[in-house]
């Protein structure tokens, strides 16, 4: 059984930042992409960004520039997205997945920007 286990989030100002962490437990010997969705209150649920098995990264319009996603080296099924220059229109339930066997998801993590 694979579970995602998401960490981060939480309540930061306008300009700030905030780092997301999404890794996956159980037998996973690889994914063929891995991310993160993000759902704002009456919203529908939009891909943010993810990483691919071989590497390439995919980003949404509105968060290029200011939010990295990255793998981690050690721990090839953990990979995290560094946001930057988080704006108001950033709040949302953030919403990691993995693409392996099937779609997996985390359990989602607030993010919050105050202006």
């Known amino acids: 059984q694979v579970h995602l286990v998401e960490g981060g989030g939480g309540l930061v100002q306008a300009g700030g930042s905030l780092t997301l962490s999404c890794a996956t437990s159980?037998?996973?010997?690889?994914?063929?992409?891995m991310g993160w969705y993000r759902q704002a209150p009456g919203k529908q649920r939009e891909l943010v960004s993810r990483v691919f098995g071989g590497g390439s990264t995919d980003y949404a319009d509105s968060v290029k520039g200011r939010f990295t996603i990255s793998r981690d080296n050690a721990a090839e099924n953990t990979v995290y997205l560094q946001m930057n220059s988080l704006k108001p229109e950033d709040t949302a339930v953030y919403y990691c997945?993995?693409?392996?066997?099937?779609?997996?998801w985390g359990q989602g993590t607030q993010v919050t920007v105050s202006s």
């Open positions: 159980g037998r996973v010997s690889g994914f063929d992409s």
């Open positions: 997945y993995a693409d392996i066997d099937t779609r997996y």
